[in-house]
């Protein structure tokens, strides 16, 4: 049986009035009482008999993070364990990482000079840490740590790096306060440098990403080059796509009603990181995006054309065609695909959004079997606001006088 979830609009919680319990799907559920107390709680049944766990106010828990936990404890009554006792059972095994970090951020936040540094720190962790977030500190080991770092390590060098050192402080605090004892599973030195490699290192394969607060100055000198290879790396920066999936656009996979960019599964082959099966993927368009390929369609919107002609109209651009106008603006060092990092890091660092939504945008596969068994759309949607979040934040602006770009053959 197919059972609906996220049935709560986004403003559920501030909204919704009428007592008793409001579903959202999976078992979680709105709780809204007669004295006006709202909450979130887990309802599921164990044999005949119905259980009911309360998982926090609306005060202190969005829907999104009750959904997270509705999530984890699902995941827990398909394999068989109670909700219930496996919290109580936390509870005596100490604070988890998540709980712990939160309350060590509040503690450090005199030694940092502005707010942002903290909400860096506390998205870093939460973005990255969701493997460890909820276990007992007490709990984490090596094992965990190699998990969480080695599908960024290579991937975003700089944030991993972050990630691990703040991971590290996070819990030599914890053993300070006696929450945990023995070597920091985090540490570098005599630890992790004989499991991961170290990242100067990193030549092959490791793309140097531009770092995310100079992509809007190199967006707005973007803004100034017609040629077509300079608007097809904005429109690549923009969807925080791949070389292969811009260079092969073509008019056909445009929907300027709805705004959405559908790339064929045929470009997303062996791309789609964790998937056993490529699939089509669509992508939300942000204003900016719909106006570059309106500039440069004047040579002909047919669906068979390339968006993006190279040297010849019925073939696209070169693979090296954005790496050239790198060169060009003197940022040779930076790779295009590293734009993805880019944006990556932005999403973590700079914006509330759930690190499942900037994975997602990536075209990235998310979450355990059974997550991903629930989730029965793309978040189309839900992506949109991040990529026009994206848009907003590189600030691009068209340059005045230009009525079509001159291609450069």
Known sequence: MVHTVNRLPPRAAQTLTDVGLHADGGGLYLRIKDSGSKSWVF??????????????????????????????????????????????????????????SLVHIEAKQSEWKTAKHKQHW??????????????PISKIGNVEIVALLKPIWADIPDMAR???????????????????????????????????PRQMRLTRGHMAALPYSQVPALMKELATYV??????????????????????????????????????????????AGTKKPKEHRKPLSDRSIEILRFVGFLGMDGDAFIFPGGKVDKGLSNMAMAEQMKRMGRGEFTVHGFRSSFRDWVGEETEFARELGELSLAHSVGTDVEQAYRRGDALERRRVVMVAWDSYLMVKTPRGRSRPVVAR
């Open 122 to 135: 506390e998205n870093s962790l939460r973005n990255h840490c969701g493997l460890i977030w909820d276990m």
């Open 43 to 100: 309802i599921w049944k164990k044999g005949t008999k119905r259980r009911e766990m309360g998982l926090g106010s609306t005060h202190v828990f969005t829907l999104a993070e009750a959904r997270k936990q509705a999530v984890e404890s699902l995941r827990l009554v398909a394999n068989g364990l109670d909700p219930i006792e496996e919290r109580r059972k936390r509870s005596v095994e100490g604070p988890t990482f998540g709980a712990f």
């Open 162 to 196: 972050r990630v691990r050192e703040r991971v590290e402080d996070v819990l030599d605090a914890a053993k300070v306060l006696g929450h945990r004892s023995g070597e920091n599973p985090a540490a570098w030195r005599g630890n992790l440098e004989h499991v991961l």
């Open 227 to 272: 040629a077509m290879s300079a608007k097809a790396l904005e429109f690549l920066i923009l969807n925080a796509a791949r070389t292969v999936e811009v260079i092969g656009a073509k008019w056909s996979e445009i929907d300027f009603e709805a705004k959405v960019w559908t790339v064929p599964a045929v470009r997303m082959k062996g791309m789609m």
